[in-house]
């Protein structure tokens, strides 16, 4: 048996970038950032760490992404990882890792939201159709 599950609850670090595909499914590019706490052993200091995750979700839930959430939004999902790698115009090969978004709860605010995955979206996609710009 396989499993490849990741949950991350966390705050976005900049605005959602949604685009739609020739295909056209739509699919939203985010990163999240989380938080790790600690106490040094020997200074007994409080110490922290942030580590940062890319996002990408499709088809309803990019929607629901676009249409909700913003940079420093609070939330929590559940997907999968994805390591993708593709060669630029100058043969230079890339490496991703992201995460591929399948539910998501919106923790801000008054209400809480969740939201489900499309489990029919389509995410085999060129790479060339998802040019994500590098942080």
């Known amino acids: 048996m396989?499993?490849?599950?990741?949950?991350?609850?966390?705050?976005?670090?900049?605005?959602p970038k949604t685009k739609s595909l020739a295909s056209g499914q739509i699919l939203a590019n985010f990163s999240l950032a989380t938080n790790y706490y600690w106490r040094d052993v020997e200074t007994k200091e409080k110490k922290s760490r942030a580590d940062f995750h890319r996002l990408v979700a499709w088809g309803h839930l990019a929607d629901i992404?676009?249409?909700y959430l913003k940079k420093g939004s609070k939330i929590f999902v559940e997907g999968r990882l994805q390591n993708r790698t593709w060669e630029d115009k100058d043969k230079k090969k890339h490496y991703m890792t992201e995460i591929v978004v399948s539910d998501l709860i919106m923790l801000g605010g008054?209400?809480?939201?969740?939201?489900?995955?499309?489990?029919?979206?389509?995410?085999e996609v060129d790479t060339e159709e998802i040019q994500i710009e590098e942080a």
């Open 2 to 15: 396989d499993l490849n599950k990741v949950s991350l609850i966390g705050n976005l670090t900049d605005d």
């Open 65 to 67: 992404i676009n249409t």
């Open 110 to 123: 008054s209400s809480k939201k969740e939201v489900k995955g499309d489990e029919n979206a389509k995410e």
